[in-house]
């Protein structure tokens, strides 16, 4: 009922920046929180950062400070704007969207990398 479509990842190196980008439709009238998580190899796929849905913002303790999520609320679009990556930013990062009925929805996901 929601879809998803995230875009923006690429290689990098340390210290630069990335703009992700999440376009979400279908049914946005039932989205109650949307965010980015990211996976690296052989680890969990883990909450970057979100908003949630009491109005406010959540973030890992490892990008605070360095992304910073963003919405356009017309265009149903938004985005993680990731500064000073760091190698173990490295990732494929995942769009999410949660609806009033407690479903989840995802990107296909897009791959970070964070090297020099």
């Known amino acids: 009922q929601v879809q998803l479509v995230e875009s923006g990842g690429g290689l990098v190196q340390p210290g630069g920046s990335l703009r992700l980008s999440c376009t979400a439709s279908?049914?946005?009238?039932?989205?109650?929180?949307m965010g980015w998580y990211r996976q690296a190899p052989g680890k969990q796929r883990d909450l970057v950062a979100s908003?949630?849905?009491?109005?406010?913002?959540d973030y890992a303790d490892s990008v605070k400070g360095r992304f910073t999520i963003l919405r356009d609320i017309l265009k149903n679009v938004h985005y993680l704007q990731m500064n000073n990556l760091k190698p173990e930013d490295t990732a494929v990062y995942y769009c999410?969207?949660?609806?009033?009925?407690?479903?989840?929805?995802w990107g296909k996901g897009t791959l970070v990398t964070v090297s020099s």
């Open positions: 279908g049914s946005i009238d039932s989205i109650v929180a």
């Open positions: 908003f949630n849905r009491g109005g406010g913002t």
């Open positions: 999410n969207a949660r609806d009033q009925y407690v479903m989840d929805y």
